[in-house]
């Protein structure tokens, strides 16, 4: 049996241990804001140990969201990868007591190359808040450890104010969802914010007549694109009407000289069309709705940009 009274324990000092960061947020978390901000170059997130791995999964996040960060591990840099700092960086650098000896190897070369230096610590006299630019406060009042030793509050802590920075750069760089889905193309959300603009047929694989082709021509231009229908358009590219498998299979039915007729006298009017920005899980619903396997995309002018078909929705997963 497990001991739940210990583990509602944990959960209870590790949240306690993020809601006492909430009135520490002061004048030095702003500035901590103002540096990842104007970072030219880079963020570098460094740490031992736990902190190495909150170190990991903040610069995954900073990545994630549109600032270029990485991992810099601080004993390979003591032993050659310091060349990776560079004067327009920013350095994080996590470190529960402020005073990891790998870490305060590093500041020699980051004082030396111009750097800035952003401190994580629950040592805000350390010597390594002593010698950042900026210091987050991040100490807790006990670990999560029953022996009070295990790094638990204390990582979940410096994770939770390294999501804080995060979320905050983001809002102020404008980030925004589409952004998210271009840094997360193979991902489930990432698919589901796609726009349909990257998935249409467009140029010259976009089915598209004139309203005087000749049905012949029509009937070609059908089958050489493969969708199962082709736009008509006037002399300016704007959408007029479609012709789709239906419509030739209705006409056929009741025009015997089909092949003597023109576009523009077989074709649909008012046809459902969206604009290049719309988001690939808003064109499936639509597509649905109307019960129809393909939707022409126009831009403002009504120009025919491209065709959307189910089978490129079905490709992302979306079906």
Known sequence: MGDRPLARKVLETEAAAILALVPRLD?????????????????????????????????ATLTSTGTAAMF????????????????????????????????????ETIRRLGARLIAITGGPHSTLAEAADVTLDCSV??????????PTASTTAALALGDALAMTLLVQKG?????????????KLGKKLMRVESLMHAGKHCPAVQAATPMPDVIYEMSSKKLGMTCVVDDEQRLLGVITDGDLRRHMSRDRDLLSLKAADVMTRGAVSIPPGTLAAEALNIMEQRKITSIVVVDAACRVAGVLHLHELWRTGLV
Request: aromatic letters at 4%; one cysteine or more.
């Open 72 to 107: 810099l591990h601080p004993a390979e840099a003591i032993h050659g990868d310091l060349g990776v700092i560079q004067g327009d960086d920013v350095v994080v650098a996590l470190s529960y007591s402020g005073e990891t000896d790998e870490i305060l190897r590093l500041l």
């Open 141 to 150: 009042t006990e670990e999560a450890c029953p022996m009070n030793l295990v």
């Open 27 to 59: 004048g030095q978390f702003d500035r901590a804001i103002e540096l990842l901000h104007g970072c030219k170059g880079r963020v570098i997130l460094t740490g031992m140990g736990k902190s190495g791995i909150i170190s990991r999964k903040i610069a």
């Open 175 to 187: 980030f925004h969802e589409e952004d998210f889905a271009n840094l997360h193309p193979g991902g």
